[in-house]
T-cell receptor
């Protein structure tokens, strides 16, 4: 069965620090990969997505993620975080060849950025 | 519509009662998903529809849960004989199939 692991459950950073959130998935075939963010009191919204092509994808608000197929990873990065990045971040996977378009989400990483 | 809407935003019910949660997706999105999110967890897949049919209902926890999408637009998640363990935020999302999902604000269900 597909699964998604986010190893960092809580991260606290100071403003301007660099961020890297880990995401690993278990599925050997072709995948679509996503990072979603949920700001306090708001809906889940898409940060970025990878379908194919350049494994380094750029999203909104200066976020980027790198797909490393050999490591089954899709880590999220931002060179310099801001207080407004305080939110919960979810990695999600859709395994195309599994016969279904269902998405599997990780348990999330709660990021707190100190001003 | 402008986005995915869900009603009610909050629902408090007693153990054993029946509840219906409604989702109104973005117009034109053929795929509609239901998730359940408990505190400290990510969204847990329940079911998704492609058009009117349930394409994958493997996430429904038991036969007390059922969902319909009779006209390929609005969907209703139905929970019979609610239990305290059903308390969670129920999220709906819609998408053009295989693409990013757009989430609604969720319905917070509390079973007393």
């Amino acid at each position: 069965a597909q699964s998604v692991s986010q190893h960092n459950h809580h991260v606290i950073l100071s403003e301007a620090a660099s961020l890297e959130l880990g995401c690993n998935y278990s599925y050997g075939g072709t995948v679509n990969l996503f990072w979603y963010v949920q700001y306090p009191g708001q809906h889940l919204q898409l940060l970025l997505k990878y379908f194919s092509g350049d494994p380094l994808v750029k999203g909104i608000k200066g976020f980027e993620a790198e797909f490393i197929k050999s490591k089954f990873s899709f880590n999220l990065r931002k060179p310099s975080v801001q207080w407004s990045d305080t939110a919960e971040y979810f990695c999600a996977v859709n395994a195309l060849a599994s016969g279904t378009y269902k998405y599997i989400f990780g348990t999330g990483t709660r990021l707190k950025v100190l001003a | 519509g402008a986005g995915v809407s869900q009603t009610p935003s909050n629902k408090v019910t007693e153990k054993g009662k029946y509840v219906e949660l409604r989702c109104d997706p973005i117009s034109g999105h053929t795929a509609l998903y239901w998730y359940r999110q408990s505190l400290g967890q990510g969204p847990e897949f329940l079911i998704y529809f492609q058009g009117t049919g349930a394409a994958d209902d493997s996430g429904l926890p038991n036969d007390r849960f059922f969902a319909v999408r009779p006209e390929g637009s609005v969907s209703t998640l139905k929970i019979q004989r609610t239990e305290r363990g059903d308390s969670a935020v129920y999220l709906c999302a819609s998408s053009a199939l295989g693409n990013e999902q757009f989430f609604g604000p969720g319905t917070r269900l509390t079973v007393l």
